[in-house]
């Protein structure tokens, strides 16, 4: 019997945890693509962003199916930053929600969702919504998580 609670409760924490990033995914509808000039917009703000903190970082910018439209490196950042800002992009758009979101939960000890395909577990990836509809993403790598998802939230929030 008492076996059978606890089963029941770990089942319920499970089930507490993982509704608790389900219920982070937006509910817009993709839209139409980013094209290249609001793609250099929303790269140009997150530049921005990135020079006033004093952050070297990549910038990347994706469509709806995650293909990369703009990409932007500052002069001085590891070459890691390529692949991660362009992962962060990825799997904010195809999660419909910002990769902050996998990072506090996985966080919080449930690694459940790092077995998903495509899941970047850590802040700087945004999705980028215009008229309601997700158009695209932002990814950016070279700061700490929160100076990433400060700089890409800066990005994302030029296109309304």
């Given at each position: 019997m008492r076996k059978l609670k606890l089963t029941a409760v770990v089942a319920v924490m499970c089930l507490f945890i993982a509704g608790s990033v389900m219920a982070q995914q937006m509910p817009?509808?993709?839209?139409?693509?980013?094209?290249?000039?609001?793609?250099?917009?929303?790269?140009?703000?997150?530049?921005?962003?990135?020079?006033?903190?004093?952050?070297?970082?990549?910038?990347?910018?994706?469509?709806?199916?995650?293909n990369l439209v703009y990409l932007e490196r500052f002069d001085v950042v590891q070459w890691g930053s390529l692949d991660v800002a362009i992962h962060k992009a990825k799997c904010s758009v195809g999660y419909k929600r910002?990769?902050?979101?996998?990072?506090?939960?996985?966080?919080?000890?449930?690694?459940?969702?790092?077995?998903?395909?495509?899941?970047?577990?850590?802040?700087?990836?945004?999705?980028?919504?215009?008229?309601?509809?997700?158009?695209g993403a932002i990814g950016v790598s070279g700061g700490s998580s929160a100076q990433d998802g400060q700089i890409s939230q800066?990005?994302?929030?030029?296109?309304?």
């Open positions: 817009n509808p993709y839209g139409p693509n980013i094209n290249l000039e609001a793609a250099k917009k929303v790269a140009a703000a997150a530049e921005q962003e990135a020079k006033n903190i004093k952050v070297n970082a990549v910038i990347a910018i994706v469509d709806t199916g995650g910002a990769t902050k979101a996998f990072e506090t939960v996985i966080g919080g000890g449930n690694v459940t969702y790092l077995t998903l395909d495509g899941v970047s577990a850590i802040e700087g990836g945004v999705p980028i919504i215009q008229d309601g509809k997700i158009i800066a990005g994302a929030a030029v296109i309304k």
